[in-house]
Nanobody, 121 residues
Framework: QVQLVESGGGLVQPGGSLRLSCAAS????????WGWYRQAPGNERELVAR???????NYADSVKGRFTISRDNAKNTVYLQMNSLKSEDTAVYYC???????????????WGKGTLVTVSS
């Protein structure tokens, strides 16, 4: 069994910063990729940032230059540093991990329950 838990969301003023974290626990052999997604009311869930096993990253155009995804492999934790936040960044942010488990063939996607980020003055 594997669990992902996000933390770090909250209320922040426009132009402010937040740092989200997501920790994976359970029977994990390796995490091949991490992703941060978000979903605002009335919108589809969208990819915000992704990091794969070789360290390569990609970002949604709307957050490039403002957000940074990083990981701590020893802690099975991924982070999303969010700077220069805008009201349109308001959403529930979800952590996703592509996880290889012992005795399982291939990897499987896992999701956290989400953490709310509200950007408002």
């Amino acid at each position: 069994q594997v669990q992902l838990v996000e933390s770090g969301g909250g209320l922040v003023q426009p132009g402010g910063s937040l740092r989200l974290s997501c920790a994976a626990s359970g029977s994990i052999t390796s995490i091949n990729a991490w992703g941060w997604y978000r979903q605002a009311p009335g919108n589809e869930r969208e990819l915000v940032a992704r990091i794969i096993s070789d360290g390569s990253t990609n970002y949604a155009d709307s957050v490039k230059g403002r957000f940074t995804i990083s990981r701590d492999n020893a802690k099975n934790t991924v982070y999303l540093q969010m700077n220069s936040l805008k009201s349109e960044d308001t959403a529930v942010y979800y952590c996703n991990a592509d996880i290889q488990r012992r005795f399982y063939i291939g990897s499987m996607p896992y999701w956290g329950k989400g953490t709310l980020v509200t950007v408002s003055s």
